[in-house]
Every structure is written in structure tokens, then in C-alpha cells.
């Protein structure tokens, strides 16, 4: 199994959920990678995020790039669109949509986790364990 995030790059709210998680669920530590997922068109994550984060924690972390807009055919103009769209009440917005694609498709056909896990739990990266959890 992993533990699988999709972040939108904040360093901060990302080392609280990853420190809940060895603080809460400390069997994770050496028994499941954390898997981070990021689409570096709009996502403000660096590589010295990346070192920093690694840095802090004890889970082994695994960064992993994924374009939620890679099916489209005019990517340029669907960032326009995302970029320029406003939320209504009846319709979320187009990047919301794409990451829920994500978890409900993409991810389970990305190579980093396509035939190599028989489970994952997600984990929004600001969520937070809030007590012990003393099974696995």
C-alpha cells in the first residue's frame, strides 16, 4: 500500500498533514511511501520545497509529476479557461473537476502506482490525523 496526496504546492500545510501522519500513524513511517502528486503548470512546489520537505520528515516521500490537463487537446487554452472561469453556484470550478478526475481515474493509471500497489489511502494535504491509530 501508499499513502497518495495531490498537493497544489503549499510547503507548509503539507509538513503539518505529513507530521500528523508519523505523529498518529507511526507504522507508516517504514511501511508505506507518501506518495505526492503536483501538476507543475500553476503548482508553486520548487525542487528546494521539494529538499525541504524531504528534510523534515521521516516517511519515505515520493514526488511525482501529473498534468491533470494532459488529455486535453488545447492545453494552453483550457489554462486560459481555468484561469479566467468564476465559480457559480451550480458549477465547480474546471480545475476542481480536473482533480476529480484525478482520484477518481488518472491516478489509478499513473506508472507510479499502475501495478505496483494493491491499495492507497488518499489524503488531501490538509487534512490531519487528530488521534493515535493503533491498527494498520
Known amino acids: 500500500g501508499a499513502i497518495v496526496v495531490l498537493t497544489r504546492g503549499n510547503v507548509p500545510r503539507l509538513l503539518n498533514m505529513l507530521h500528523s501522519i508519523e505523529y498518529f500513524f507511526p507504522q507508516a513511517i517504514y511501511r508505506y ?3 505526492v502528486f503536483y501538476d ?15 528534510s523534515c520528515v521521516k516517511l ?11 488529455l486535453m487537446k488545447h492545453q494552453a487554452e483550457t489554462i486560459d479557461k481555468i484561469n479566467r472561469e468564476s465559480q457559480t453556484n451550480h458549477q ?20 507510479a502506482i499502475k501495478n505496483r500497489y494493491d491499495y492507497i489511502m488518499r489524503i488531501d494535504d490538509d487534512s490531519y490525523f487528530l488521534q493515535s491509530l493503533p491498527y494498520d
Open 92 to 111: 465547480r470550478p474546471i480545475g476542481y473537476r480536473f482533480k476529480c478526475q484525478f482520484w477518481s481515474h488518472t491516478v489509478f493509471h499513473h506508472p
Open 40 to 54: 507543475p503548470h500553476g503548482t508553486r512546489i520548487h525542487k528546494s520545497d521539494i529538499d525541504r520537505v524531504r
Open 33 to 35: 511511501p507518501v506518495i
Open 60 to 70: 519515505q516521500i515520493i514526488f511525482e509529476t501529473v498534468i491533470l490537463f494532459d
